[in-house]
């Protein structure tokens, strides 16, 4: 795999009829990549089932196995890994290359940090524009050595600690990235490492931790939470199943909320109450999601949602949700669009620092389909009631802003477009796919 990208335009128009079916989506991404590190870590053999097959993992795949992990795809979904052990990690031959992979660089930092050995990390375009210091800074504490551009982008090369030290780090800005690469840095430390978040983050990480056999305590303080982790376990390989991803989920949700008259359900999606936030988001709008056969597995809360399209209606939503939605912003300034009344998102710092600025990416898109929106320091305003779209999105190679255009196309009056929707692949590869086939027609090509 390279890191090259020929833009690929697409449009989507209204669709003659409403959404209506049952579908799975694309695994969840932030379990996907976990599972293949966890897995890489332990030992024995771990399979895993239900694994998100965008670039974005495939990058993580890649990774592990030039590690010294094997890494076997044997079929739509099942993989299988066979682990190195905690410090087993072995010395790269080549470049690890994450693609347009934030999540899988920031948390494979944490993993080179505590292992004896030396790497080179890059990107594409994107990628390489994006801030690497928020995990550099803390994981120098474990000993390790990196070296970076300006800026504290990418390329970077790392030396790892060859006796790391455990951490204790007061994370500064929510960040399921930083607290992840912390622990996974402690993994190889001996002693207790501690991270403390003030908002509390998607806890995948401390799931698979103790589902792979490692000892976490985790303290709740304010909204926030104190995670302790015993270093130098051993991990033993465990199944994985991965859920459908709610931020993929978000995507169809939105569309069948907005096209009217559909109906549908989305089997198997992952309800993790530190992921579920746009969920609650879209209920106090007046959203007609009715939770089906909830359940546990793998230690993740899941459930099928039932979608019926419905008058919505502003609201405000707070600061301290963020860190449980920060990836569905932009499809929820879609529906906020189309809502009557405003909506106010608040406390979107974290949004600047994505794929793209995708604060103002956000703000942009909903310019482009004709929307009424205004952002207020870290806050998104929209002002809803019409969605006449007919626009062009600029994504900036950001695939959640490319999706988020393309919903929008679905619901406004003259349809929209996206100038490179190429990068949706790397989080839900068959969207357009998906989308046509709910809306029993190509809408979106």
Request: net charge neutral; aromatic share 2%; charged share 20%.
């Amino acid at each position: 795999m390279t890191s090259a990208h020929a833009p690929r335009p697409l449009r989507a128009t209204p669709p003659a009829q409403p959404l209506c079916g049952t579908f799975r989506v694309a695994g969840d991404k932030s379990i996907s990549h976990r599972a293949l590190m966890f897995g890489a870590l332990a030992i024995g053999t771990t399979h895993i089932e239900g694994l998100l097959e965008g670039e974005d993992v495939l990058r993580t795949a890649a990774a592990m196995r030039l590690l010294g992990a094997t890494v076997d795809h044997l079929a739509p979904g099942r993989w299988r890994v066979a682990g190195r052990g905690i410090g087993g990690l072995t010395e790269p031959a080549d470049v690890l290359d994450m693609g347009n992979s934030g999540t899988a660089a920031r948390l494979i930092c944490g993993l080179l940090a505590g292992h004896p050995l030396f790497a080179v990390m890059t990107g594409d375009a994107s990628l390489r524009r994006r801030p690497m210091k928020r995990v550099t800074e803390p994981l120098a504490a474990t000993g390790a050595r990196f070296a970076t551009r300006d800026g504290g982008r990418l390329p970077l090369s790392v030396q790892g600690a060859a006796t790391p030290l455990p951490l204790d780090y007061t994370v500064p800005v929510a960040s399921a990235q930083v607290k992840s690469a912390c622990l996974l840095a402690g993994l190889c430390a001996r002693g207790t490492t501690r991270v403390i978040e003030a908002e509390a983050t998607r806890d995948h990480t401390e799931n698979m931790l103790r589902h792979f056999g490692a000892t976490v305590h985790v303290t709740t303080q304010g909204h926030g939470r104190i995670i302790e982790l015993t270093g130098q376990p051993e991990l033993i390989a465990a199944p994985v199943t991965v859920p459908g991803d709610p931020s993929s989920a978000a995507f169809l949700a939105a569309a069948a909320l907005l096209v009217p008259g559909s109906d549908i359900i989305i089997e198997h999606v992952g309800m993790n109450p530190l992921r579920a936030g746009i969920f609650t988001t879209l209920l106090e709008m007046g959203a007609d999601i009715t939770t089906l056969n909830p359940r546990l597995e793998g230690g993740e809360p899941v459930a099928d949602l039932r979608i019926r399209a419905g008058a919505l209606r502003g609201v405000d939503v707070p600061p301290e949700r963020a860190p449980s939605m920060i990836d569905e912003y932009p499809i929820l300034a879609v529906v906020a669009a189309a809502a009557i009344g405003t909506t106010r998102m608040r406390g979107l710092k974290e949004l600047r620092v994505k794929e793209s600025d995708r604060l103002a990416g956000t703000h942009a898109m909903l310019q482009a389909a004709g929307a009424r929106c205004a952002i207020d320091g870290d806050d998104l305003i929209v002002h809803g009631g019409a969605l006449p779209g007919g626009g062009i999105v600029t994504t900036h190679m950001d695939h959640r802003l490319a999706m988020s255009g393309l919903v929008a196309g679905l619901a406004a009056r003259d349809g929209m477009g996206v100038d490179d929707g190429g990068f949706i692949d790397t989080s839900f590869p068959g969207f357009a796919a998906l989308m046509n086939q709910a809306a029993g027609a190509t809408v979106i090509a």
